[in-house]
């Protein structure tokens, strides 16, 4: 869709005429405009969002008791902890809350929202996943996450671990905000603790709150004058769907918008000449991959899984589809972390994949499909992946979709093929950038272990498990290194479920005049700070 067309839609005209922003124009200086595509928002409830978008969009409506470092990896900041204190024993947290926060609403927050917050996600069953992992369930988490006043969180470790870990969760994930619980249930049907209101509404203490979503159109988020933190510096942030990379080059060129993301490579490099504009890398700890589902009878045989290895073209794909979006990389473990291999060097190799799917009965091939993101990149590698396959005889039919539709088939476990992007988002410790892709502690459906890689793909190893178990409280740094490296060789042998491609980081193109923006590489870019140089 051209821009000028997105702009003629009546919807955004009566939009931007109350908004008070002329059209085609300069963006105002106290609103930011961000071009993005929109079409993976499915939800704005925290436990159960959908996609990057709602990640950053909740991270500035939603506060957390703390917040991570956008920089340096590891490190936390104080938000509605003031201070937070772990025991000698390493099996407790306990926080202090700050006691002059209140909700939009006006109602007072307090230690009893968070801990109602991380109790409703398991409740429903549609959170937590990624704490999970370290032994909450919904039989334990009343007795290990309490509230014995207004302003004290007490966080109990039901199995040894590293509390920096269990940090990192609050922190960084949707499980970690804290939802004004006298609001929510005031809209609650059917015992839903308010999820189907919270789907396109908010209820935070962040310093924006939710005025406006028209799904695939617009978000607007209105800055808090009152808020505990002090105001933002913009007083308004406004989301527009521009799913087409030419459409947020040019509305960039024409500064009708402060900020692109997810532009094609082309587009990315066109703008890197104008002086106006400026880039920023994002790391990430995510990677691309082909996943496959050993729930099918064809991809349980290893053979058919070492086939599907040397059927994907690695150096070009990286070189022509993901520049600016993911580098050259085949481990479970993000490069640079303590105990991560050289890559094994896997190639387009038909012929051997011919053979390996000989012996394993398939001498003609098989017919397959492949769910992916209807967005760039992912289409784009699918496509190439669908290419080289051909090449040894397997027919794939590619699937585009949204979030919900490819990844939920996945947390469905219901697919046979996926070209997508996960893992760890932080990558900032080799514990859980292993854990997000090869660790599954149970494999039946009914685990609904939903942010772990290796359980959406049916793919479990007892030996992979203990290993990493083990790594996680080994206190000899050496002993703990040489277990990570282990895993990977392992996980290599057994030729698993996940194929990595490439890791993953993001390009972002901005306004040179933004100051103070730092596009943080965990989804939570929070804009409270963000002004314009004009």
Same mark, same amino acid.
């Given at each position: 869709?051209?821009?000028?067309?997105?702009?003629?839609?009546?919807?955004?005209?009566?939009?931007?005429?109350?908004?008070?922003?002329?059209?085609?124009?300069?963006?105002?200086?106290? +609103?930011?405009?961000?071009?993005?595509?929109?079409?993976?928002?499915?939800?704005?409830?925290?436990?159960?969002?959908?996609?990057?978008?709602?990640?950053?969009?909740?991270? %500035?409506?939603?506060?957390?008791?703390?917040? #991570?470092?956008?920089?340096?990896?590891?490190?936390?900041?104080?938000?509605?902890?003031? #201070?937070?204190?772990?025991?000698?024993?390493?099996?407790?947290?306990?926080?202090?809350?700050?006691?002059?926060?209140?909700?939009?609403?006006?109602?007072?927050?307090?230690?009893?929202?968070?801990?109602?917050?991380?109790?409703?996600?398991?409740?429903?069953?549609?959170?937590?996943?990624?704490?999970?992992?370290?032994?909450?369930?919904?039989?334990?988490?009343?007795?290990?996450?309490?509230?014995?006043?207004?302003?004290?969180?007490?966080?109990?470790?039901?199995?040894?671990?590293?509390?920096?870990?269990?940090?990192?969760?609050?922190?960084?994930?949707?499980?970690?905000?804290?939802?004004?619980?006298?609001?929510?249930?005031?809209?609650?049907?059917?015992?839903?603790?308010?999820?189907?209101?919270? #789907?396109?509404?908010?209820?935070?203490?962040?310093?924006?709150?939710?005025?406006?979503? +028209?799904?695939?159109?617009?978000?607007?988020?209105?800055?808090?004058?009152?808020?505990?933190?002090?105001?933002?510096?913009?007083?308004?942030?406004?989301?527009?769907?521009?799913?087409?990379?030419?459409?947020?080059?040019?509305?960039?060129?024409?500064?009708?918008?402060?900020?692109?993301?997810?532009?094609?490579?082309?587009?990315?490099?066109?703008? +890197?000449?104008?002086?106006?504009?400026?880039?920023?890398?994002?790391?990430?700890?995510?990677?691309?991959?082909?996943?496959?589902?050993?729930?099918?009878?064809?991809?349980?045989?290893?053979?058919?899984?070492?086939?599907?290895?040397?059927?994907?073209?690695?150096?070009?794909? %990286?070189?022509?589809?993901?520049?600016?979006?993911?580098?050259?990389?085949?481990?479970?473990?993000?490069?640079?972390?303590?105990?991560?291999?050289?890559?094994?060097?896997?190639?387009?190799?038909?012929?051997?994949?011919?053979?390996?799917?000989?012996?394993?009965?398939?001498?003609?091939?098989?017919?397959?499909?492949?769910?992916?993101?209807?967005?760039?990149?992912?289409?784009?590698?699918?496509?190439?992946?669908?290419?080289?396959?051909?090449?040894?005889?397997?027919?794939?039919?590619?699937?585009?979709?949204?979030?919900?539709?490819?990844?939920?088939?996945?947390?469905?476990?219901?697919?046979?093929?996926?070209?997508?992007?996960?893992?760890?988002?932080?990558?900032?410790?080799?514990?859980?950038?292993?854990?997000?892709?090869?660790?599954?502690?149970?494999?039946?459906?009914?685990?609904?272990?939903?942010?772990?890689?290796?359980?959406?793909?049916?793919?479990?190893?007892?030996?992979?498990?203990?290993?990493?178990?083990?790594?996680?409280?080994?206190?000899?740094?050496?002993?703990?290194?040489?277990?990570?490296?282990?895993?990977?060789?392992?996980?290599?042998?057994?030729?698993?479920?996940?194929?990595?491609?490439?890791?993953?980081?993001? #390009?972002?193109?901005?306004?040179?005049?933004?100051? %103070?923006?730092?596009?943080?590489?965990?989804?939570?870019?929070?804009?409270?700070?963000?002004?314009?140089?004009?």
């Amino acid at each position: 869709m051209r821009i000028g067309t997105f702009l003629k839609s009546a919807s955004l005209i009566a939009f931007l005429a109350c908004a008070g922003m002329p059209a085609l124009a300069e963006t105002p200086p106290d +609103q930011l405009i961000v071009g993005v595509s929109l079409v993976n928002m499915l939800s704005l409830d925290p436990s159960a969002m959908s996609g990057r978008e709602s990640a950053e969009v909740n991270s %500035n409506i939603y506060d957390s008791l703390l917040e #991570t470092d956008p920089v340096e990896k590891g490190v936390f900041h104080p938000r509605l902890a003031s #201070t937070w204190e772990v025991n000698d024993a390493r099996d407790t947290i306990t926080f202090k809350l700050r006691d002059d926060v209140k909700f939009h609403s006006g109602n007072p927050l307090t230690a009893k929202d968070f801990v109602w917050s991380v109790t409703r996600a398991f409740a429903l069953g549609i959170g937590g996943s990624n704490i999970r992992v370290f032994g909450y369930n919904e039989k334990n988490i009343a007795e290990m996450i309490t509230a014995p006043d207004d302003h004290t969180v007490v966080v109990r470790l039901p199995k040894a671990s590293d509390p920096d870990l269990i940090l990192g969760v609050i922190a960084g994930s949707g499980i970690g905000m804290v939802i004004d619980s006298k609001l929510a249930m005031e809209h609650e049907k059917n015992g839903d603790f308010g999820q189907a209101w919270l #789907t396109t509404n908010s209820a935070g203490s962040g310093s924006f709150k939710l005025v406006r979503w +028209q799904a695939n159109d617009t978000v607007v988020l209105q800055r808090v004058d009152d808020h505990w933190s002090g105001p933002a510096k913009m007083r308004r942030i406004i989301y527009r769907h521009m799913p087409e990379s030419q459409s947020q080059r040019l509305a960039l060129q024409r500064d009708d918008i402060d900020i692109a993301m997810g532009m094609s490579v082309a587009d990315v490099k066109a703008l +890197q000449t104008d002086e106006k504009l400026a880039t920023a890398e994002v790391p990430s700890g995510n990677v691309y991959y082909l996943a496959v589902s050993m729930k099918d009878e064809k991809f349980k045989d290893q053979r058919v899984r070492l086939a599907l290895r040397h059927l994907i073209d690695y150096e070009g794909i %990286n070189e022509t589809i993901l520049p600016f979006y993911g580098k050259l990389h085949q481990r479970p473990l993000s490069p640079g972390l303590p105990g991560s291999l050289p890559d094994p060097g896997y190639k387009l190799d038909p012929a051997f994949a011919k053979e390996q799917l000989a012996a394993a009965g398939y001498p003609n091939g098989f017919k397959t499909t492949i769910r992916v993101l209807a967005d760039s990149p992912f289409v784009n590698v699918a496509t190439a992946i669908q290419a080289s396959l051909a090449q040894g005889g397997i027919t794939a039919e590619i699937i585009t979709g949204n979030g919900d539709q490819t990844y939920g088939a996945m947390r469905d476990r219901k697919f046979e093929m996926v070209v997508g992007r996960g893992g760890d988002r932080n990558g900032s410790h080799p514990y859980t950038s292993l854990l997000s892709l090869v660790y599954n502690p149970d494999n039946t459906d009914e685990a609904k272990l939903y942010t772990l890689q290796a359980w959406r793909t049916s793919f479990q190893s007892k030996e992979i498990n203990e290993l990493l178990d083990a790594a996680l409280i080994e206190p000899d740094a050496e002993k703990q290194r040489a277990s990570y490296e282990k895993i990977q060789t392992l996980y290599e042998e057994l030729v698993p479920s996940i194929q990595v491609i490439s890791q993953s980081y993001d #390009t972002v193109v901005y306004q040179a005049d933004l100051k %103070n923006y730092i596009a943080h590489p965990y989804q939570t870019t929070r804009y409270r700070n963000l002004e314009k140089d004009r």
